[in-house]
């Protein structure tokens, strides 16, 4: 491997001997017969506050750390190692040169790109490190007393998630990078009981802008949306069963979007036999929907310059106006299905090899208002807040709701409680016939194996028919 020339300027403030490290490492593997081999280092500066019914635990740290892998016709081999070091570094590389050496099938070899050296630090509003501990204290604490306001509050839970990113990349295609951000992720949950009739409520907010979160969103107005999403259970009403009308607002579109379809079109999951396996350029959704993996969209938890392969993020359009174009794709898929590289390979942490991962994936706004999506509909629900649910590879999906009322007339009417809707999601994709001109982007955490920080989000958007099912 070639030591590629500094870039005027592009590290300082950074580490340089990580550089040199990683460099230097990578130099062991000259000689090897191999597709690639990269080495990733993260170094994640952390700080949890929890207050859990007013008791408080903080938890700080850094987490540091560097992930390895080597490709031998096709076969990765993984390791990591805690200590980054040069000798470190070339024995993790031996380890999984070993492991991959071992395999005797060729599998499909992953792309490679052009020698680059970038280093990306996203902007920050005011910087996590600049505020002290007892004044992230102080605001989570204010919080959680305005949750606590409400006599029926009878438990509830804040977190505040707070993290300085910083990873590093380099590969034998002479690729060196780096990126930093800041990211804040508050959570806010309570369970709460009334004339018998119990209910639980979560509200999240989030930022990679720095310590901007309270600005975005004040304590009063987050506890306001929580309270007000769980105290609208206690005098809600029981859904009708059946097929209805079913307008969804931006934060359950979203969530449908991401856990109902969004898996769905990650390259992994379209080889293992999604739904959307083999109906690239067909119609899957009505004319109206296009859904996009978008890296790029304004203070996104996905929002990101590289992906964990060292990849340039671009975005996946991955239905545009109904029609499935993309899937999601890490170098080994896009290299098997013949797709662009999109950059959504994503890890945990330095302990995980990287898998296909969505960033920040949205369904994009139509031309309609949102009084427009709501005309028409003599009798329907409003989706305005999920609960959880199950999707399954074949696109079926039950979600429950946390947050719905009834429409009756065009017009919003009547909290209901217990709801839940099902069904399979390209027929509900299909049965989409307004898209509203409004956007909203939210927060949140994702599960495969590993977590990842996500963004989903939309506009409102009319369905046509959906199940709806209610228990007492």
């Known amino acids: 491997m070639v030591l590629p020339t500094t870039v005027k300027g592009v590290w300082i403030g950074l580490l340089d001997d990580i550089r040199d490290i990683l460099v230097k490492a990578l130099g062991f593997t000259s000689g090897w017969h191999i597709d690639l081999a990269d080495i990733r280092v993260e170094r994640i500066q952390f700080t949890r506050i929890d207050v859990e019914n007013g008791t408080v635990k903080i938890s700080s740290g850094i987490d540091y750390g560097a992930a390895v892998r080597v490709f031998v016709n096709g076969v990765m081999g993984f390791a990591f190692t805690t200590r980054v070091t040069v000798d470190s570094l070339r024995r993790a590389l031996e380890q999984a040169y070993s492991m991959a050496s071992a395999h005797r099938e060729k599998l499909s070899k992953p ?205 996946a359009v991955i239905v545009e106006r109904g029609i499935h174009k993309q899937v999601m794709t890490d170098r080994v898929h896009a290299a098997m299905l013949n797709e662009n590289p999109t950059g959504n390979a994503r890890a945990e942490s330095f302990r995980h090899a990287p898998l296909v991962r969505m960033r ?15 005309e028409g509909i003599r009798f329907g629900y409003y989706v305005v807040a999920t609960s959880g649910g199950q999707t399954n590879m074949d696109g079926s999906f039950q979600v429950g709701i946390e947050e719905a009322y009834e429409i009756v007339n065009g017009e919003v009417g009547e909290p209901v409680r217990n709801l839940s809707i099902a069904g399979n999601t390209l027929e509900t994709l299909m049965n989409i016939d307004a898209v509203a001109k409004d956007f909203k982007v939210f927060y949140g955490r994702c599960g495969k194996g590993q977590l990842v920080y996500v963004s989903d989000g939309g506009p409102h958007a009319r369905v046509k028919k959906m199940t709806v099912g209610g228990r007492e």
Do not use: C, M
């Open 111 to 315: 792309l490679t790109f052009e020698a680059v050296e970038d280093y990306y630090e996203a902007p920050v509003k005011r910087s996590i490190v600049d505020v002290p501990i007892d004044a992230k204290l102080s605001d989570v604490l204010e919080l959680d007393k305005a949750i606590a306001s409400a006599p029926q509050v009878k438990s509830r839970r804040v977190v505040y998630v707070e993290r300085v990113e910083e990873r590093y990349y380099a590969s034998t295609e002479d690729r060196v990078l780096g990126e930093k951000r800041e990211l804040v992720y508050v959570y806010a949950s309570a369970f709460g009981v009334e004339a018998g009739v119990r209910a639980a409520a979560h509200v999240t907010q989030g930022t990679i802008k720095g310590y901007y979160v309270w600005e975005k969103t004040s304590q009063e107005q987050l506890a306001q949306q929580l309270l007000k999403r769980l105290t609208n259970q206690f005098k809600a009403k029981t859904p009708k069963a059946g097929n209805f009308p079913v307008v969804l607002a931006p934060e359950a579109l979203g969530v449908f979007v991401h856990e109902a379809f969004g898996h769905l079109a990650e390259a992994d999951l379209v080889v293992a036999g999604s739904a959307l396996q083999g109906k690239k350029g067909e119609k899957v959704a009505s004319e109206l929907v296009t859904i996009v993996d978008d890296p790029t969209i304004e203070d996104g938890f996905g929002t990101i310059k590289y992906d964990d392969e060292g990849v340039r993020t671009a975005r």
């Open 360 to 374: 920040n994936t949205v369904l994009l706004p139509g031309d309609h208002s949102v009084e427009e999506v709501f």
